[in-house]
C-alpha cells in the first residue's frame, strides 16, 4: 500500500494595510434658495399688499414695495424675496395669513 500524504507549505507573508488617501478638499455645496412668489387676484388692493410686503419681509422699502405691486398686477405674479428655505417659509405663510395670493414655494 502507497499513502500519498500531500502538506502544503504557504508562505506567511503579511502586506501593509493602506488606508485610502483623504482628500483634503472640502466640497461645499450651498443649500438652494428659494423664491416666495405673489399672485394677482381680484381682492387685495394695491395699499394691502403693499403694507403687507413693508411689513412682513426685511428690508422691504416702500418705493420697492409699490414696484412689486404694479407687477404682481400687470404681470399676474412677483418674485417679492429669495432666500434660503426656513426664511421663505415663515415669508410666505405670513403673506398668506394676511390675505394674499401666493403660489408654491419654488426652489430658485
Request: with cysteine; aromatic share 8%.
Amino acid at each position: 500500500m502507497i499513502f500519498v500524504v500531500s502538506v502544503a507549505v504557504r508562505a506567511m507573508t503579511s502586506s501593509p494595510t493602506i488606508a485610502p488617501v483623504r482628500s483634503s478638499q472640502v466640497t461645499r455645496k450651498p443649500y438652494p434658495n428659494y423664491r416666495v412668489i405673489v399672485l394677482n387676484d381680484d381682492f387685495n388692493t394695491f395699499q394691502h399688499v403693499v403694507d403687507c410686503l413693508t411689513k412682513y419681509i426685511p428690508g422691504m422699502t416702500g418705493d420697492r414695495a409699490w414696484k412689486l405691486a404694479n407687477q404682481i398686477h400687470n404681470e399676474g405674479q412677483a418674485t417679492v424675496w429669495v432666500g434660503p428655505q426656513e426664511q421663505a417659509e415663515l415669508y410666505h405663510m405670513q403673506l398668506s395669513r394676511a390675505g394674499l395670493t401666493m403660489a408654491p414655494l419654488e426652489s430658485a
